[in-house]
């Protein structure tokens, strides 16, 4: 079992900034793909982007592509997502996410989402 925590949601003005975190913690977190997702107000789940543990291989939606960055913290299993130049389309419920693939098709492992909310 693995668990994830996420934090560092808020409101935010159009074209600022937030910096969510992920905590992992349990039976050896730091052998799956680690990824966030979003869930806009109305819409579904949607993939924003991932790394592995290992590798500095991260990828990206195109939405949010030159405007956020996923990181990770080895050493305290945490990951990060900063994100830069908010819309309001960005607007959601962020999930960190935990995968034995890259593929992320089907997730093993779901944080309680933290929301964020962009104003214009």
């Known amino acids: 079992q693995v668990q994830l925590v996420e934090s560092g949601g808020g409101l935010v003005q159009a074209g600022g900034s937030l910096r969510l975190s992920c905590a992992a913690s349990g039976r050896s977190p730091n052998r799956y793909y680690m990824g966030w997702f979003r869930q806009p107000p109305g819409k579904e789940r949607e993939f924003v982007t991932a790394?592995?543990?290992?590798?500095?291989?991260?990828r990206y939606a195109d939405s949010v592509k030159g405007r956020f960055a996923i990181s990770r913290d080895r050493a305290t299993n945490m990951v990060y997502l900063q994100m830069n130049s908010l819309k309001p389309e960005d607007t959601a419920v962020y999930y960190c996410?935990?995968?034995?693939?890259?593929?992320?098709?089907?997730?093993?492992?779901w944080g309680q989402g933290t929301q964020v909310t962009v104003s214009s």
């Open positions: 996410a935990a995968d034995d693939t890259s593929s992320f098709v089907a997730v093993d492992y």
């Open positions: 790394i592995s543990w290992s590798v500095d291989n991260a």
